[in-house]
């Protein structure tokens, strides 16, 4: 994705965590997925703890989603789509992706600037279907 210092690994976690957060439950798994993504993103150990503390710290309700985003400063489609696609694997690590997560994904896209095509594929999108047909009107059998 991209290298990461201190700072900008902070405001990954934020919204890493803020996905966890997403359908208004922090389940065990969405924990271990944002924790293995930060690992994963590299750094020494005194980052790395410095991030679990962030994590522990967490609060869903003071996060400000677009400071988060407006900090971090993606430059690219790549590296905007990289992001989003590590935000979907938070909300997908319970096995369970809901509106409100696939809602989240896409205020995250909102405000990195992404265009739709950047988070293809990661939402749960509403298949719009046709209006049902009207009931069949009783043949009586004399027509």
């Known amino acids: 994705m991209t290298t990461w210092d201190a700072k900008r690994l902070e405001h990954v976690t934020d919204i890493l965590m803020g996905a966890a957060?997403?359908?208004?439950?922090?389940?065990k798994d969405e924990r271990k997925a944002v924790e293995a993504i930060v690992r994963?993103?590299?750094g020494d150990e005194a980052r790395k703890k410095s991030v679990r503390a962030r994590i522990e710290a967490f609060?869903?309700?003071k996060?400000?989603?677009?400071?988060?985003?407006?900090a971090l400063v993606l430059g690219t489609a790549d590296?905007?789509?990289a992001l989003l696609?590590?935000?979907a694997r938070v909300t997908e690590s319970d096995n369970v992706h809901d509106f409100d997560e696939s809602d989240y994904i896409v205020k995250?896209?909102?405000c990195l600037g992404a265009?739709?095509?950047?988070?293809?594929?990661?939402?749960?999108?509403?298949l719009e279907s046709p209006p049902p047909l009207p009931p069949s009107k009783p043949t009586t059998g004399a027509e």
């Open 79 to 81: 590296e905007r789509r």
């Open 115 to 126: 265009s739709p095509d950047e988070y293809k594929g990661l939402t749960v999108e509403f």
């Open 108 to 110: 995250v896209a909102e």
């Open 59 to 61: 609060a869903p309700e």
């Open 85 to 87: 696609q590590l935000v």
């Open 21 to 27: 957060h997403a359908d208004g439950t922090l389940r």
């Open 40 to 42: 994963e993103l590299g």
């Open 63 to 70: 996060f400000d989603l677009q400071w988060a985003c407006e």
